[in-house]
């Protein structure tokens, strides 16, 4: 069974870093996609970041340069660095980890980031 446990979420000031990390278990397929997606207050849940087991990245247009994700394969791992946090970041971070074949996303209870002064 796939379990997936994020941590690192808090608040911060505007302009500051948080680093969230999601361990994933029971991960026994290969390829993979780990990534995060967002969901703020009365708004749909958006892509964030993802990155394949093969190490190629991905981001929306909304973190490029601000954002950095990583992943630890041997620890089942993946980790988003955000810098230059804005107010509009906040929202509720959750980690997936998607089988390729067949399609299965799996998904983290989620944490809460808020970037306010």
């Known amino acids: 069974q796939v379990q997936l446990v994020e941590s690192g979420g808090g608040l911060v000031q505007p302009g500051g870093s948080l680093r969230l990390s999601c361990a994933a278990s029971?991960?026994?397929?290969?390829?993979?996609?780990m990534g995060w997606y967002r969901q703020a207050p009365g708004k749909q849940r958006e892509f964030v970041a993802a990155i394949t087991s093969g190490g190629f990245a991905n981001y929306a247009d909304s973190v490029k340069g601000r954002f950095t994700i990583s992943r630890d394969n041997g620890k089942n791992a993946v980790y988003l660095q955000m810098n230059s946090l804005k107010p509009e970041d906040t929202a509720v971070y959750y980690c997936?980890?998607?089988?390729?074949?067949?399609?299965?996303?799996?998904w983290g209870q989620g944490t809460q980031v808020t970037v306010s002064s």
């Open positions: 997936y980890v998607r089988r390729i074949t067949p399609r299965i996303d799996y």
């Open positions: 029971g991960i026994t397929f290969s390829p993979n996609a």
